[in-house]
């Protein structure tokens, strides 16, 4: 009845839009968004908002880890308006509100009872979407990278989360006394982005019922139904909904087989539709950066260091939500590179072995050196990097760099192998 964006449902949730500015030539409820006859602009404003209350209770019981136990994992968006040319002109983080969470509950609903009608009645051949539990090592991993920067109490020291759990536990960092919560809450989700596994669709003959889970939503089954005009999952999904309710499902032209055979294709082409964004917004966020310090007005912006190598280290411009390698010698110019370890590196012969195996006295040939050489190289990269520090700047101010370490950077357009990138440099603690 009336064709509403995200901006004019949340104005109508907070009461900015009524049916009293849906008159004339107000510009806040714009024509080509009212309502046509016989539905009336004061119907529309309290249906939305009865919806809103209703979305956003579910939403609420869905991540109380007694009623329901999900994870949600926020991250910046970042929005570009372009110019002329093409190219981007302005920025912003693009702004997550009421409107656009209720109608995710909706969704998220729909699919969902979907999901079941098509297990009742397609049975093996429903088509779903599951997502497993996070990498355990992977987890592991960044538990004890916590540990070694002395955050380890964020959260604890036991890997196997619950996505409610792990949603409380996030909660409650985001909301704690911490001057740092903010970012710290962006860091760690930063982090769990690569212990967590990709959502994948699949048949349901193809496994047992218990493997089905889709684990961050805490759903026992779950599909794609609600977006067949930009995938083709949900179009295979509205296909099969179409045969369970015509009551043709038996004779449904494509077998349990080659429905598996487009779930795997369509896991293909969602992981590359996903890098392929990512990407873009990457030679957008780069354009922007040459462009601001073609303006000579270049790009600040607070940082945290996400992980750490030998030579190099990862930032998260926190900002921008955007993270970078920088290679402390090439982008920073450090005049020097000291590396602390957690737990000194294995050395390559203990005591008692060197007693056993000793040699008679003389000098190693070459091949024991290089052996010996690439040993200890190995359990250097295999020890936990605690702490890098840096002698930088015109003055070699001494940097101290550790995971959560909070620094400020200048961002400057580069050039590598012909691709638009850019690099940080150091500009203070």
Known sequence: CAKLDYGLAQDMIDGKVTAANAVGEDPTWPKNRRPIAPFKPQDVCEDVKMLARIGLARRKNRYDSKTGGALAMKSIKLSFTLGPDGNPSGMKQYPIRDSNRLIEEYMLLANYLVAQQLILRAKDKAFLRRHPPPNPRGMEKLLKSLQV????????SNANFTAGSLHNTLESLRHSSDKDAEDLYLLVNTMLTDPMTSALYFVAGELKPYEWKHWALNMPYYTHFTSPIRRYADVCVHRLLTATLDGSINEYPESEDELSEKAKHCNEKKEAAKLAGFQSDKVFFCIYVRQMKEKGTPLQSNAMVLDMGLESFTLLLVDFGVDCRVHATKDWHSKGVQVVYAEEPEENNRQQTKDKHRKPKGRR???????????????????????????????????????????????KPSTNNGRISFVTEFYSQ
């Open 365 to 411: 040939n070459k091949s024991e050196h290089e052996n010996g050489m690439k040993e200890k190289e190995k359990n250097q990269k295999s020890a936990q990097v605690s702490k890098l520090i840096l002698t930088v700047g015109r003055n070699g101010e001494k940097v101290d760099l550790h995971i959560s370490k909070k620094v400020k950077v200048l961002l």
């Open 149 to 156: 920067a002395g955050k380890g109490d964020i959260l604890g």
